[in-house]
């Protein structure tokens, strides 16, 4: 994990930037003087090291040679209430990354470490994961999650084809990036497309390329995924939904490594490992003459299958946490947590979009509350769930939820109807005609 050392003196700033650092999924240790720091850097392999220019043993800028003595490969970003042309310079030239002023330069403060952290990374030989595509990025402890992670972590440096399987929401674009930045691959891009999102002709153009003049319309040549992510990887999702003509090309990728683009009369050869994900049970669709078997025997050598949420029960809790602190921070929102009663409810729910669909529902929770996630802003499907032990009170009933929740909803977006509506999820005039209905004043 990425371990970031924060140095400022000031307590409230100090640990304002560890939360926000730490929310981007990091590892922070904090220092409040250049004494403190140099324990902390003898002692601990920081990648990247935030520092405060005016610190009461020393100055910031003369620091930076000292951070680089005992961690050279380290990124160092300065902070300051003041800054200055002269400071500026001179830091860079001691070897800082960059150079930020507080206040000023707040909303850069995230995207320079992610820059910082880059860097580090191709220092390292490798490309650094994004936070949310790492294997530590996946949460839970059921016994089917770690199962499927262990066989991740297993296969990921190898360069067998990998084929994810689950339902709709479970998290197998997760698994295919955590799989290839823990690859010997990760310096090259991994390249995704939704086979299901394109038609046959469409989806032959995104993956093989054409040349120009291959159609009308094709005014240059276009290399297609294969070709971008050449070393790297290529991630087929709902690889079930490709056309059965087409399925043919892609078994050719995997005997050969050659393909030839739309257009061309010379074959293309290209290096790639490919994962590829469907929630359709593909024996099935063997049977039915919908697809190869060769190409399943190609693309199933390792096999893993992902548990849906309703199976993982014990994940729920903490899963909906970490999603409600993730929105709180992004609206800016001090949220307590939830209720006993709303953790019930979710662990309850059936989950048919799994992961994802629980995701939503802390967003839109995370959007009407207050200061706590209760009962009522919980969708109405949710809540209605967990009304039958509350029969016969007036504030369960279906009509009443349904006005409380328009009622935050508008109260969220100041009244602004369209994007209520949006949040809804229902039609303008639908929303219109139940302001109307429940007399809610906006």
């Known amino acids: 994990m990425i371990q970031i050392l924060v140095i400022d003196d000031e307590d409230p700033i100090r640990n304002l930037l560890a939360r926000m650092i730490e929310l981007e999924g990091y590892k922070v240790w904090k220092a409040s003087d250049c004494q403190s720091a140099l324990k902390l850097l003898k002692a601990q392999p920081f990648d990247v090291v935030l520092c405060d220019v005016f610190l009461p043993d020393g100055n910031g800028v003369d620091f930076i040679r000292e951070i680089k003595k005992h961690r050279p490969d380290a990124e160092v970003i300065l902070l300051t209430a003041h800054g200055n042309i002269p400071d500026g310079v001179q830091a860079i030239k001691n070897g800082a990354f960059d150079y930020i002023t507080k206040g000023d330069d707040n909303r850069k403060i995230i995207p320079t470490i992610s820059r910082a952290v880059d860097e580090v990374e191709k220092k390292k030989g490798k490309v650094a994961p994004p936070v949310s595509y790492s294997f530590e990025s996946i949460i839970g402890s059921s016994n089917g999650l770690k199962q499927a992670v262990a066989l991740a972590r297993k296969v990921a440096d190898t360069d067998v084809p990998v084929l994810l399987t689950g339902e709709t929401g479970t ?245 602004n109807k369209t994007e209520a509506a949006r949040l809804l999820k229902i039609g303008l005039a639908t929303l219109y005609r139940k302001i109307e209905a429940y007399h809610i004043s906006v």
């Open 171 to 415: 998290g197998k674009e997760v698994f295919s990036h955590a799989i290839h930045y823990a690859s010997p691959r990760s310096q090259y891009p991994i390249m995704a497309i939704n086979c299901s999102a394109f038609s046959k002709d469409l989806l032959e153009s995104e993956l093989f390329g054409y040349k120009a003049g291959a159609f009308t319309g094709a005014m240059k040549d276009k290399p297609g995924l294969f070709e971008v992510a050449n070393h790297g990887t290529v991630f087929l999702d709902e690889i079930g939904e490709m056309a059965f003509d087409l399925q043919a090309r892609l078994l050719r990728v995997l005997e050969t490594g050659e393909y030839i683009k739309v257009g061309d009369t010379k074959p293309t050869k290209v290096d790639v490992r490919i994962i590829s994900a469907t929630n359709r049970d593909l024996k099935k669709e063997i049977e039915n003459g919908q697809f190869r078997e060769d190409l399943y025997f190609r693309l199933s050598v390792f096999q893993i299958h992902l548990p849906p949420l309703r199976e993982r029960k014990e994940d729920i809790e903490i899963l909906a946490e970490t999603f409600l602190k993730r929105f709180s921070a992004k609206l800016k929102k001090e949220i307590k947590g939830m209720t006993f009663k709303v953790v019930d409810i979710l662990k309850g729910a059936e989950w048919r979009g799994n992961i994802r669909e629980l995701k939503n529902v802390m967003e839109r929770s995370a959007i009407v509350c207050d200061e706590e996630v209760t009962v009522q802003d919980l969708p109405i499907d949710l809540q209605c769930a967990g009304m039958y032990e509350e029969q016969g009170k007036e504030e369960f009933e279906l009509a009443v939820i349904e006005q409380k929740h328009i009622t935050k909803v508008l109260q969220y977006t100041r009244g």
